[in-house]
């Protein structure tokens, strides 16, 4: 039964590696999805849509149904191929199931990428900054300086793309309008990690709401934040492991 992880924005798939040494696991997978960690073929829209089509077609090239897992956009991607695909996968883990929510607010960072010119003018300095102003940028936001080390090589100007893209193809009504059929996702055993310093992906409220719509498990991670697999890799593996074990 392999474990699939996929990781979101403005992240390569060493964003688990810390969580994964904690696991032990030896049949895991990352799939990095185009513009994050592997290459933004051409013709690729980089939407909500195309996102999802391509993690259901990743995850159709395995032999038996996965436990799936998914972080940041990694997490909507992951929602996405369960409600539309809930044939492929045995578990899934989201931490993102509250911006599914009707009430749901994109946070400002994700407003500014919405705006034309704005998200554009933000992309170039941020994207295209020195290495160092990168790990500094992805500290400050909670990220652990080893890690930020990892992810700061692959931000670049076609990550940057990829994120006006992929946020733009977002804009509110069209999550709430996804978010609308989340209880399919309740056709598999599901898990929502809540790291209750996160403050990107939803009100408490809404991101209990929303498991209890998609019948999932909450895992309350209390004191982490956004990236909360790196802050206490430990602690993240271990109410995931808990998780599968309960699934017999």
């Known amino acids: 039964?392999?474990?699939?992880?996929?990781?979101?924005?403005?992240?390569?798939?060493?964003?688990w590696e810390p969580l994964l040494a904690e696991l032990g696991r030896d049949d895991v997978v990352c799939l990095s999805p185009p513009g994050f960690g592997a290459p933004l073929p051409e013709g690729f829209g980089a939407t909500v849509g195309d996102y999802r089509?391509?993690?259901?077609?990743?995850l159709s090239r395995f032999t038996e149904p996965v436990d799936l897992v998914g972080h940041d956009w990694g997490g909507h991607h992951v929602l996405g191929a369960v409600m539309s695909r809930p044939d492929l996968v045995r578990s899934w883990v989201s931490d993102t199931a509250g911006g599914l929510e009707p009430d749901y607010e994109w946070h400002e960072l994700a407003r500014r990428w919405q705006t034309p010119g704005v998200g554009e003018a933000d992309v170039a300095e941020?994207?295209?900054?020195?290495?160092?102003?990168?790990?500094?940028?992805?500290?400050?936001?909670?990220?652990?300086?080893?890690v930020a080390k990892r992810l700061a090589e692959g931000m670049n100007e076609e990550m940057g793309r990829a994120v006006l893209a992929l946020y733009r193809s977002a804009a509110q009504p069209v999550m709430a309008e996804l978010g609308r059929d989340l209880e399919r996702a309740a056709q598999r055993p599901g898990l929502v990690v809540l790291a209750t310093e996160d403050q990107v992906v939803g009100t408490e409220e809404q991101r209990r709401r929303a498991a209890r719509r998609a019948g999932a498990h909450v895992a309350t991670l209390e004191g982490l934040g956004h990236w909360w697999l790196a802050q206490d890799?430990?602690?993240?593996?271990?109410?995931?492991?808990?998780?599968?074990?309960?699934?017999?």
Do not use: Q
């Open 1 to 15: 039964m392999p474990a699939v992880f996929v990781h979101g924005n403005p992240e390569t798939a060493a964003v």
């Open 53 to 58: 089509d391509w993690l259901i077609a990743e």
């Open 126 to 146: 941020r994207f295209g900054a020195p290495f160092a102003e990168r790990v500094e940028l992805l500290v400050g936001r909670g990220m652990s300086e080893a």
């Open 233 to 248: 890799p430990a602690r993240s593996a271990a109410a995931i492991a808990e998780f599968w074990a309960g699934l017999g």
